[in-house]
């Protein structure tokens, strides 16, 4: 039974029956509340196109209309049974932070048991993996949330114009601490999502096969692999950035705020705003922070291999990424969701404890951060503490 029809809704439309016109009142006593196993993300139309008209179930039974998504998605799209949901964000970080902000208040659902499949393509850093692959992610660190100076006005001692917010230089922990730098995720529910992604036959295009082979150097050895399925995390950025050198400067940063733990991996336009969503969603018990993933497939270098050109890396070259990135969020998320579902009553209903830290920097759902300055879990207080220090 899918469809749970709260008795407090029922209650509601009774007392106010007296006062609402009948038409109301029916139109609000029809609306059931769904209460999905599995809600996937997409955040443009390419990624979301792969879950129509596929075998295993139709997402296009159920259209609901929810106030606050944008005007060219305007719908989250479910099973008949209300099992299985899918929404599109339409890309960057405030499209994908307010559509998701606004499913988290949408009345036409119950959230409180949903699993969150991000599922989108993305660059890839090719000392990690290769175009085609499937990530999933244990931190989103939001990249270019920094100072920026053109490297021409910088002196000639600066490796890169990207310098952490209230920091002085490259190296230094930013001292100003906005709350969506970086966020953890559950790390057994990320292995066992993997594992899930791991049983699924991978596309690939030939023209992918000879632009890896570009990527000789023994740096990029991951380039050159077939792809498969990795743990390793993700960058957020608006800014659609492309070269060696911002590569580089984003993986220390990763390593940075994430005290050294962070797989620089993957580059996309909206995991932390969706996350930050999630988060706040979370600390009022509408979500549960512990039923997130991210996924992410590669479908273009970050970065040229050595000697290329950054331009020609993003404008011109027909790397071949694309069309199996694309395929792929389905072959791999389809075997995560049919996971879900088939594990439902013996472990999935119940929830996959973490084991590790979950959450934002500043420890706001609970637990101690185990990465950035907040480690005690006091954050907001400390934060406060370093601004009057400043
Ligand atoms: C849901 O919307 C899609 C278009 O986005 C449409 O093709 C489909 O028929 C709609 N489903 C229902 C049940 O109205
Ligand atoms: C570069 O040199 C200038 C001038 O000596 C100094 O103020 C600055 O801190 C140095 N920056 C870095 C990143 O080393
Ligand atoms: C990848 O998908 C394309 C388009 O569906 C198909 O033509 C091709 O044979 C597939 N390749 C592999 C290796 O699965
Ligand atoms: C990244 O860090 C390494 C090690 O500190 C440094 O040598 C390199 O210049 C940095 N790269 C960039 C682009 O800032
Ligand atoms: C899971 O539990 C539900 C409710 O108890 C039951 O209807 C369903 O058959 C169970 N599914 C499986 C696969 O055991
Ligand atoms: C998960 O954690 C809860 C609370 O800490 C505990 O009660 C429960 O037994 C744990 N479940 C598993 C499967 O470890
Ligand atoms: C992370 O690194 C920063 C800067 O070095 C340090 O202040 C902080 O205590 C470290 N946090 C943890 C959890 O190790």
């Not at 920094?146 to 021409?152: A, G, K, M, T, Y």
């Not at 979950?358 to 951060?369: A, C, E, F, Q, R």
Request: contains cysteine; hydrophobic residues 40%.
């Amino acid at each position: 039974m899918p469809f749970l029809l709260p008795a407090a809704l029922g209650l509601a439309s009774m007392a106010a029956a007296a006062l609402v016109p009948a038409s109301s009142v029916q139109e609000r006593t029809l609306e059931c509340v769904i209460k999905p196993k599995v809600f996937i993300i997409s955040l443009f139309a390419p990624e979301a196109a792969v879950w129509y008209g596929i075998p295993e179930f139709d997402l296009l039974a159920m259209n609901v209309t929810v106030p606050g998504f944008s005007a060219q998605f305007p719908d989250a799209h479910c099973t008949a049974d209300g099992e299985i949901c899918q929404l599109t964000t339409s890309m960057g970080e405030i499209n994908s932070a307010l559509t998701v902000g606004s499913l988290m208040h949408s009345s036409r659902f119950d959230l409180s048991q949903t699993y969150f499949l991000t599922a989108g393509i993305a660059g890839i850093n090719p000392e990690v993996a290769t175009i085609g692959s499937v990530t999933f992610a244990r931190y989103a660190i939001q990249v270019a949330l920094q100072h920026e100076f053109d490297i021409r006005d910088l002196p000639g001692n600066y490796s890169t114009g990207y310098i952490p917010i209230g920091s002085t230089s490259p190296t230094e922990y930013p001292q100003s601490i906005y709350g969506t730098e970086v966020f953890e995720i559950s790390q057994p529910l990320q292995k066992l999502a993997a594992n899930f992604a791991r049983s699924a036959s991978l596309n690939d295009s030939s023209q992918a096969v000879s632009y890896r082979a570009n990527y000789v150097s023994e740096l990029y050895a991951a380039a050159r692999q077939t792809p498969a399925v990795f743990e390793c995390d993700v960058a957020t950025s608006d800014v659609y950035y492309s070269g060696r050198l911002l590569g580089e400067a984003f993986d220390n940063y990763t390593s940075l705020v994430t005290n050294g733990t962070g797989v620089y991996c993957t580059t996309a336009q909206e995991d932390n705003a969706v996350l930050e969503a999630l988060l706040r969603a979370a600390g009022s018990k509408i979500v549960d922070f512990a039923r997130v993933i991210v996924m992410r497939t590669g479908s273009n270098f970050d970065r040229p291999s050595i000697g290329g050109s950054a331009t020609t890396n993003l404008f011109y070259a027909e790397q071949g990424g694309f069309a199996p990135a694309v395929e792929n969020i389905y072959r791999a998320g389809i075997k995560v969701i049919e996971g879900i579902l088939d594990g439902w009553n013996s472990t999935f209903a119940q929830g996959v404890n973490a084991t590790n830290y979950i959450g934002d920097i500043y420890g706001t759902l609970g637990g101690k951060p185990d990465f950035g300055p907040y480690s005690n879990g006091g954050g907001p207080q400390e934060s406060a503490d370093i601004y009057a220090r400043r």
